[in-house]
């Protein structure tokens, strides 16, 4: 039986770094019930140093192998990355691209569809060109008294806004404001976590997600699944991960209709499909009272801890995690 040598990295240093090592515990649970499987796994901290389990600092070369600085440990040689970074620099395209240089196969979204769904901006217009309703916006690039006045002519014509720094994932630097006087705050604050902010309309409606994934050489879309947060807040990084949240999870949404399900569906493989996405997804989209599906954002790296949707979403389907995975890995090697 052939096995092949799997690098599993995790961490990256940003704000979702510990969000990313428990989702490295679920990959390698997984993955440890496969005997095909030489399972390696790192961690990147915030100055792109490597240590493994033991704290042993290493680093992966352009040879396609991990060295020890402990020079008693083997060189290992790599076969296959799963880069399960949340934010910098997994969801970025930053370490897919590193990979891409030195031909190292391995699990997700390619480098530039990481990038693409990442920058909100980006995204969006991506959304727009591929004819998918969205959430109305701006886009701010530079903090000045003019992004202040473009912010504020917003909220009053649409009586509130979403502040949200153009590159951060999980609701990080995202901010709902409802007060003028909030503005010029919000603002300063956004832009300490990136160099542009988009700002949008703020939409009352469900927040319902989608697992899109490739296995067995099919695209698949799962049904919707919804969060349900508590009143009037929204999902914040804090809602999403602390222990004491009232947000509350269905991993298939309740009382929604099959024509809109499958609407949803059809845009979330669209979506997939046109920005050339890899592998995984989460998509989250707005449902309105009036039943306007707009299309929120895409997720490269979804999540997969103890209360992430995008595994429960997958089970849910039929999909075993485990053989999911190595169909990928092996459709690669």
Known sequence: ??????????????AEHDVSVMSANYFESSLAKSNKVNLLRLELDANGHYFDQDGHRCELTNRREVRFDNEAKPVWAVDYAIPCIHGFPGETGDIQSYFNLIQLPYFGCESEASSNCFNKITAKMWFSALGIPNTPYIFLNDMNQDAIEQTQTALNKWGSVFVKAASQG???????VDDVAQVEHVLNDAFSFAPSVVVEKTIVARELEVAVYEYKNEVIATLPGEIICASNTF?????????????????????????????IRDYAIKAFKGMKLRHLSRID?????????????????????????????????????????????ENQL
Do not use: W
């Open 285 to 329: 989209f707005f449902l309105t009272d009036e039943n306007e599906i707009l299309l929120n954002e895409i997720n490269t790296f979804p999540g997969s801890t103890p209360i992430s949707m995008f595994p429960k979403m997958l089970q849910n389907h039929g999909e075993d995690f485990t053989d999911y995975l190595l169909d990928n890995i």
């Open 1 to 14: 039986m052939t096995t092949f040598n799997v690098l599993l990295i995790c961490g990256g240093g940003s």
């Open 170 to 176: 999980s609701s990080v630097g995202c901010y709902k």
């Open 235 to 263: 999902y914040t990084f804090e809602e999403k991960y602390n222990a004491s949240s009232q947000a509350r999870t269905d991993v298939v949404a309740q009382n929604l209709s099959e024509e809109v399900a499958e609407q």
